[in-house]
């Protein structure tokens, strides 16, 4: 299966809370997906902590983000991209754990949201410049 720029994904393993040894779920927003390379993602939060709406594409402190809105599905609250620095995700793990059901598509950005989302996580202090190659690449094809 292919990933495309814009699918949101429900990871149930996503990280350790190292206090409790549990493994947390989150949801990785994919931004770009070149053939034969790992896939640039942010996750989202719905956690506000001084994240702002309006601007919807903050740069700032104390946590940069991209306010989505409420993205439907099983994502019924107020959700933003987090645009602190995230690695890039194995290809071919984030297809083994789809196979083996840890991770499943949750639902797909509209292109208007997906474009605004790409353009803000390009720009963010965090984001390589590797990574913003990549979704630079994405925005091109979409316009």
């Known amino acids: 299966m292919a990933f495309f720029p814009g699918g949101i994904f429900r990871h149930e393993r996503f990280y350790l809370d190292r206090a409790t040894g549990v493994l947390h779920r989150k949801y990785p927003f994919i931004l770009a997906a070149p053939p034969d390379r790992d896939l640039v993602v942010r996750t989202l939060t719905s956690r506000a902590h001084g994240r702002r709406k309006n601007p919807a594409c903050f740069h700032g402190d104390p946590y940069p983000g991209f306010y989505l809105g409420v993205p439907g599905g099983a994502l019924s609250l107020k959700t933003w991209v987090d645009l602190r620095a995230q690695d890039d995700l194995d290809v071919d793990e984030f297809h083994r754990l789809q196979r083996q059901g840890v991770v499943e598509w949750e639902l797909d950005l509209d292109e208007t949201a997906l474009k605004a989302a790409l353009d803000c996580v390009a720009g963010a202090q965090d984001t390589t410049r590797q990574q913003e ?6 925005l091109a094809r979409l316009d």
């Open 133 to 138: 190659q990549m979704i630079r690449d994405v």
